[in-house]
C-alpha cells in the first residue's frame, strides 16, 4: 500500500507589474494498492540471515484531478495510467530468538537496501496547474503595498516514464515451521515497509535580469511508504 507521490504543494508569487496573485499547484499523485508477488532466498547462520529478495505488482498511477475556479478545492475528474512497480532489495536478518530443529516458530526482524522501479504504460506529463487571481480592489486599512522589481522564474518538471529510486527496507516476520527430513515446510508472514523518495521531480530556477540562469531550488515532496503485509510458504533447506 503506497503513499502518495506528490501533495498539495503551492507555490505562489505576487506580480510587480499587475498585483496579481500567480500561483503554480502540483495536483496529488498516487498509486493504487494492489497485490503483489515476491521471491525471496535466505540464507541462515544461527540466529542471523541474509536475503535477496525481488516482487511486482501492477495497478495504476492516478493523477487528482484540476482545481476548481478560483483555486481552492480540485474536482471530482482524475486521470489514471497503468504502472508495474518492482521491488528489489538485499537485507539482513536477525532471529528474536535461538534457532533449533525442533522450533516450530520462528519470528525474525529484517533491515536493508535496494531499489524500486516504476514502468508507466504511458508517459505523463507535468501535474502543473497554473492559477492567476486579480490583486484585490481595496486594502485593508493601515497596509502600505510595496511593489518591487518582477522578477521571472523557470519552472522544470521531468516527466514521467521508467523511473528509479533508492530505497530502505524495515520489518518482522515469522515462520512458521513443520520439520520435514532434513529441511521443513512451513508459513511465512510479515509485515514490511519500503522507504524511498518520490520519483517526481520539480525544480525551479530564477531567470537572471542579465541573461541566463540565477538562482536553482528543488522542490521537496517527501518520502513514500510502501507499506506490505505478506503470507507465503517457505521451503527449508538444509536446517
Do not use: C
Amino acid at each position: 500500500m503506497p503513499t502518495g507521490w506528490s501533495n498539495l504543494v503551492l507555490i505562489g508569487t505576487i506580480s510587480s507589474a499587475t498585483g496579481a496573485l500567480e500561483q503554480v499547484l502540483t495536483r496529488d499523485l498516487r498509486v493504487e494498492p494492489n497485490a503483489a508477488f515476491n521471491a525471496a532466498v535466505t540464507y541462515w547462520r544461527g540466529r542471523y540471515g541474509f536475503r535477496t529478495q525481488a516482487g511486482m505488482s501492477r495497478s495504476t498511477l492516478t493523477v487528482g484531478g484540476t482545481p476548481q475556479s478560483g483555486g481552492l478545492a480540485p474536482s471530482n475528474g482524475a486521470a489514471s495510467v497503468d504502472i508495474d512497480t518492482w521491488l528489489y532489495d538485499v537485507r539482513g536478518a536477525v532471529g528474536f530468538i535461538d534457532y533449533n530443529r525442533g522450533r516450530r516458530v520462528f519470528p525474525y526482524g529484517f533491515f536493508g537496501f535496494g531499489g524500486i522501479t516504476y514502468d508507466l504504460k504511458t508517459n505523463v506529463g507535468p501535474p502543473l496547474t497554473f492559477i492567476t487571481q486579480p490583486p484585490p480592489t481595496t486594502a485593508p486599512p493601515n497596509t502600505v503595498i510595496v511593489r518591487d522589481t518582477s522578477r521571472d522564474f523557470l519552472i522544470a518538471v521531468d516527466e514521467l516514464g521508467i523511473e528509479t529510486v533508492f530505497a530502505l527496507n524495515i520489518g518482522v516476520g515469522t515462520d512458521f515451521r513443520v520439520p520435514v527430513g532434513p529441511g521443513g515446510l512451513g508459513l511465512r508472514l510479515e509485515l514490511s515497509d519500503h522507504i524511498a523518495p518520490s520519483p517526481l521531480g520539480l525544480r525551479v530556477r530564477e531567470l537572471s535580469p542579465f541573461g541566463g540562469l540565477a538562482g536553482d531550488s528543488a522542490v521537496r515532496f517527501g518520502m513514500v511508504h510502501h507499506l506490505g503485509a505478506t503470507a507465503g510458504f517457505v521451503i527449508n533447506i538444509g536446517r
